[in-house]
């Protein structure tokens, strides 16, 4: 109460008029200032930009709901997502997101080949494990490396290793085991990832995450495809909890596939809508179904288009993160996300 006496005291010796010319002189200055603010524009990530499906958020709503104070029972779990991919659920462990996966599967001392550019965090995974990251050519020879690891689709132009080239590594790696990092697999063209040739190649391992075509990263939910003396250490107090579980288990499922698929078009259809707004311009964007650009000009390199569109207010990720001077990597936030990005790199 003192509060609302104090703000109206400032007008007992004022007569209506004045209080009126004050209310609205303060109101207009709120409006420009409203009007002169611009909100910054995040695009630095590489998922989807909108929530979860409701359908996925509800599926952990009632686990959370009914299964707080017990143990998730993963193994349905584990059956769906082996079933997915037509694996035997023994080829499935289940973690807590893509990277703990990763981390778990890299060797403590040794050479590393990283196919590179990959993900970014890679090279420090590794390091953090005890091996040294030797970053190589996607499709470059095995070498003496006892581990290798590849991202495909990669996080930068969204570039997909073929099936044929990852069965031709494997063959050359020999006893050496290939990691694939398969985190944005969902914006992928179907049937072309290696999830499919786990059971035919005994030294592929392939993560998946529920992170980025799902959108589902505060779950923390991946899963690692491989042979099951591999795989059965990676988590074997199951890995998730019981709302993960549960979201995970529809994600795989024909549900979960569709919507997957709808949000691959959409990110096409940004992408067209990116290519015809930079027509006629010194910008180029890669063509994919990623959530992202992978942008450059023939007039700027990329740290002059990071800092140019930061002072419009528009943040994207460098492409010097991957030791690429001449890129920015720039999440698409759907359609109005897209126009305000032409809009900083064309004015």
Request: aromatic share 6%; with cysteine.
């Amino acid at each position: 109460m003192p509060r609302f006496r104090d703000y109206y005291k400032q007008f007992e010796a004022m007569d209506p008029e004045e209080v009126s010319a004050e209310l609205r002189a303060r109101r207009d200055e709120e409006k420009r200032r409203a009007l002169s603010r611009v909100e910054p524009l995040d695009l630095t990530g590489a998922g989807w930009f909108e929530p979860p499906h409701p359908e996925a958020v509800n599926a952990a709503t009632f686990a959370l709901r009914r299964a707080l104070n017990t143990y998730a029972d993963v193994a349905p779990v584990r059956e769906a997502v082996a079933a997915r991919f037509g694996l035997e659920p023994e080829q499935v462990a289940l973690g807590h997101g893509a990277g703990e996966l990763l981390r778990a599967l890299l060797p403590a001392a040794g050479d590393v080949h990283v196919g590179w550019p990959g993900w970014q965090p890679l090279p420090d995974l590794v390091t953090a494990a005890g091996g040294h990251a030797m970053p190589v050519p996607p499709d470059a020879p095995a070498g003496d490396a006892a581990t290798i690891v590849l991202t495909s689709p990669s996080d930068t132009a969204g570039a997909v290793l073929p099936r044929a080239a990852i069965e031709a590594l494997c063959e050359q790696a020999g006893h050496a085991t290939v990691i694939v990092d398969e985190a944005l697999a969902e914006f992928a063209e179907p049937g072309g990832g290696a999830a499919t040739l786990v059971g035919e190649l005994p030294n592929l391992v392939v993560v998946r995450s529920f992170s980025k075509g799902h959108a589902m990263a505060g779950l923390r939910a991946g899963a690692a495809l491989g042979p099951p003396e591999l795989v059965e250490r990676l988590a074997p107090s199951g890995g998730l909890s019981a709302p993960a579980a549960a979201a995970v288990a529809w994600a795989v499922s024909d549900r979960g596939a569709e919507v997957a698929a709808r949000r691959r078009a959409a990110a096409a259809t940004l992408h067209e809508q990116l290519a015809d707004g930079l027509e006629g311009t010194s910008f180029h964007a890669a063509r994919a179904g990623m959530p992202f650009a992978w942008i450059a000009s023939g007039d700027e390199d990329g740290p002059a288009i990071s800092g140019r569109l930061a002072t419009r207010q528009v943040f994207v990720a460098p492409g010097t993160l991957w030791g690429d001077r001449d890129h920015v990597r720039a999440q698409l936030r759907g359609p109005a996300g897209v126009e305000r990005l032409i809009s900083a790199l064309t004015s």
